[in-house]
Structure formats: structure tokens, C-alpha cells
């Protein structure tokens, strides 16, 4: 990082024009400036807030599809041309068609960065389920555990880690589709914030939102690993040894 702000202060020495490209100094002035006035926690809690209503809708959908294609080949069979034609469009290309039915509001963020966390979490829990060892579903059909009984208890602990990787990296596709949907279907947010200051040639202030947009993603897939290792401590364990 420090390599990273030396080469940052060269440039910008180099380019001298704030507009284009401002120093370290004035975008630290103006970090504490938007934090001050709060402006930089308000958008930050509002995207926030979006985006974890996204991931609670996309893990909605995609993890009991993705269980029910997991365990039932003909399922997948119908269901994954459907989705593998889908998975290639970006959330992006849906924005111009999704701002004429949902206009400008929290409804047109929400439903990109729903998509966007939609498949990452789909895939991985159908190869989390697969990746099942067949001994222990076995072991409890011997035992008479009925069927239900055999995806909550096996199925679903033994795909524990796989499914907590697909939930990291429906986030990291959900937080980087969010600063695209901000910019033109929402008022307010931290996309929304990079185009208005961008409007306004306040680039240090563009870049303070910038800087805040990975910071919270690296925070927030710090704490999704944390929670995998409270959750399914034995994955970590399993790659250690």
C-alpha cells in the first residue's frame, strides 16, 4: 500500500491537475470533509442496505434451486440451459431495459445486484451439493433418516463450505454491480455519489467514494470469512492439513 501511494503522489505531481488526477493529501481532506457531514456514512449506509437486501433475495432463490438441482439430475438437466444462457448476460446489459419497467428508485438497483448474486450463489451450492461424499447419504438411507431429514442434516452441513464461498463471491458480483445501477436508476447511493461529484469536477471527492466502495467490500469479505470459520471450522482444518 505504501508502494501504491508513493507511485499515486508521483503521478499525480507528474500529471498536476487535481482534476484529473488528485493528490493522496486532497482526497484524505476531502474523506474527513464527506465524513464530517456524514454524506460519505449516509450513501455508504444506503448501498449497504440494498445490497444486503439483494443477497438475502438472490440466496432465497438460488440456494433451494440449487439443492434441488444438486440431488436431482433431471431437474438440472431442464433447469442449467436456462441458466447458462443467462449467466453470460451482465447485470449491466439489463439496466437500460430494467430503468423503463422500474424506473428510478431502490427497485432497479435491487434487482441488478440481485441478478449479479443470483448465479455465483446458484453454482456454488449445486457443486457444494455434489461434492457431497455419497457414504454419508447412504449411511443415513441405512438408518431409515427420511429424505428431508437427509438434506438438512447431511446434505446441507457436508455443502457448508462450499456454499459460504459461493455466498462470498455473490457478494463481491452484487457490491461491484451496485456502483453501475447507482450511477443511473437510483437518487442516492455510493454510485450515485461518483456521478454527481463527477458532474461537478470534484474528483478527489469522486475518489473518496471510490476508495470507500472497496474498503467496505474488502471489510465485508473479511467478516464472510470470519463466519466461515465459526461455521464450518473443519474446511479450514481440511486445507491446512
Avoid at 499515486?8 to 476531502?30: D, R
Avoid at 476508495?211 to 469479505?221: R, V
Wanted: no cysteine; net charge positive; glycine share 8%.
Amino acid at each position: 500500500m505504501a508502494v501504491f501511494v508513493a507511485l499515486w503522489w508521483a503521478l499525480a505531481a507528474w500529471i498536476s491537475n487535481p482534476a484529473l488526477l488528485p493528490t493522496p493529501l486532497a482526497v484524505l481532506k476531502a474523506l474527513a470533509a464527506l465524513a464530517g457531514d456524514l454524506e460519505l456514512f449516509l450513501h455508504a449506509g444506503i448501498s449497504l442496505a440494498r445490497m444486503l437486501l439483494s443477497l438475502a433475495l438472490a440466496t432465497l432463490l438460488a440456494v433451494p434451486l440449487g439443492l434441488a438441482m444438486g440431488l436431482n439430475r433431471l431437474l438440472d438437466h431442464i433447469v442449467d440451459p436456462v441458466i447458462e444462457i443467462l449467466r453470460p448476460i451482465s447485470g449491466i446489459a439489463w439496466i437500460p431495459l430494467a430503468l423503463f419497467i422500474l424506473g428510478v428508485g431502490n427497485a432497479l438497483p435491487v434487482f441488478i445486484m440481485t441478478y449479479a448474486a443470483f448465479f455465483p450463489i446458484l453454482l456454488g451450492t449445486v457443486a457444494g451439493v455434489r461434492s457431497v461424499d455419497k457414504r454419508f447419504v447412504d449411511a443415513a438411507r441405512t438408518m431409515g433418516v427420511p429424505r428431508a431429514r437427509i438434506v438438512a442434516k447431511v446434505v446441507v452441513p457436508a455443502a457448508l463450505p462450499s456454499l459460504l464461498v459461493a455466498l462470498r463471491l455473490g457478494v463481491a458480483s452484487s457490491w461491484t454491480a451496485v456502483v453501475a445501477a447507482e450511477l443511473i436508476g437510483a437518487p442516492s447511493g455510493l454510485g450515485y455519489a461518483i456521478e454527481w461529484y463527477r458532474e461537478l469536477l470534484l474528483t478527489p471527492q469522486v475518489m473518496t467514494f471510490i476508495a470507500a466502495i472497496g474498503l467496505l467490500g474488502y471489510f465485508f469479505d473479511r467478516g464472510l470469512r470470519a463466519m466461515g470459520q465459526r461455521f464450518a471450522p473443519w474446511a479450514a482444518e481440511a486445507r491446512i492439513s
